[in-house]
């Protein structure tokens, strides 16, 4: 019986020291290559398309000039290294978490056309005025669903305060609900169990559409 139990208690300690192993090597596999942040971008550039004016004929991918916002490299170490709004490699400069409300604004303040600080106005404002703002996103689809969710929050409002506060509330709500949603297509498209996401369009379209779902 002592020797089954010292057998028992010998395979548990192999077992834990092994997957203790196997998580270290996997977070430093994940440190080296980034995958978080890699990860995080990508499922934010099926969320967030379209493009911005910078002065070019074929303008700037949105997702691109949000990552290059200083609110948004303020959560990096360094400058994004993007190429044709791609990360390389290492994915260096890129975040891996960036929160809600920090999103919200650096979009509001892509699309508004901020240059510089002389151009820049209060995050309150900014979100109070955010209907102008929305009105210049190209894509169709992403243009829609931003309207109706300031729509909404304007008719709720009474004041600009209030109008500031249910516009922040409810676009952070909208980013935190795709990031979810998208995440867990893409969880669920490497694990084979979406049979029905056959193509990139495909997952995009599931991460951009509706709202409220």
Same mark, same amino acid.
Request: aromatic share 4%; glycine share 6%; proline share 3%.
């Given at each position: 019986?002592?020797?089954?139990?010292?057998?028992?208690?010998?395979?548990?300690?192999?077992?834990?020291?092994?997957?203790?192993?196997?998580?270290?090597?996997?977070?430093?596999?994940? *440190?080296?290559?980034?995958?978080?942040?890699?990860?995080?971008?990508?499922?934010?550039?099926?969320?967030?398309? @379209?493009?911005?004016?910078? %002065?070019?004929?074929?303008?700037?991918?949105?997702?691109?000039?949000?990552?290059?916002?200083?609110?948004?490299?303020?959560?990096?170490? +360094?400058?994004?290294? /993007?190429? %044709? @709004?791609?990360?390389?490699? !290492?994915?260096?400069? /890129?975040? &891996?978490?960036?929160?809600?409300?920090?999103?919200?604004?650096?979009?509001?303040?892509?699309?508004? %056309?901020?240059?510089?600080?002389?151009?820049?106005? %209060?995050? $309150?404002?900014? #979100?109070?005025?955010?209907?102008?703002?929305?009105?210049?996103? *190209?894509?169709?689809?992403?243009?829609?669903? #931003?309207?109706? /969710?300031?729509?909404?929050?304007?008719?709720?409002? $009474?004041?600009?305060?209030?109008? &500031?506060?249910?516009?922040?509330?409810? /676009?952070?709500?909208?980013?935190?609900?795709?990031?979810?949603?998208?995440?867990?297509?893409?969880?669920?498209?490497?694990? @084979? @169990? !979406?049979?029905?996401?056959?193509? $990139?369009?495909?997952?995009?379209?599931?991460?951009?559409?509706?709202?409220? +779902?």
């Amino acid at each position: 019986m002592t020797r089954l139990l010292d057998v028992a208690i010998g395979v548990t300690l192999l077992y834990l020291t092994l997957a203790l192993l196997v998580t270290a090597v996997q977070e430093l596999l994940a *440190s080296a290559f980034a995958t978080r942040a890699r990860r995080l971008y990508q499922v934010l550039a099926d969320v967030v398309t @379209g493009t911005v004016d910078d %002065g070019t004929s074929s303008g700037k991918l949105l997702i691109q000039a949000i990552y290059e916002h200083p609110l948004v490299l303020s959560l990096a170490d +360094r400058e994004a290294n /993007l190429k %044709g @709004g791609k990360p390389q490699l !290492f994915a260096r400069g /890129l975040p &891996s978490y960036i929160p809600s409300r920090t999103f919200v604004v650096a979009l509001l303040d892509v699309l508004r %056309g901020t240059k510089n600080a002389t151009d820049a106005i %209060g995050a $309150g404002q900014l #979100l109070a005025t955010a209907r102008d703002s929305v009105s210049k996103v *190209s894509d169709p689809e992403l243009k829609r669903v #931003l309207m109706l /969710l300031v729509a909404e929050a304007e008719q709720l409002a $009474g004041t600009v305060n209030e109008r &500031s506060k249910l516009v922040s509330e409810r /676009l952070e709500t909208w980013f935190n609900d795709r990031m979810a949603r998208c995440l867990r297509l893409v969880q669920a498209a490497r694990a @084979g @169990g !979406f049979a029905r996401v056959r193509s $990139g369009r495909d997952s995009r379209l599931q991460c951009r559409l509706d709202p409220r +779902r």
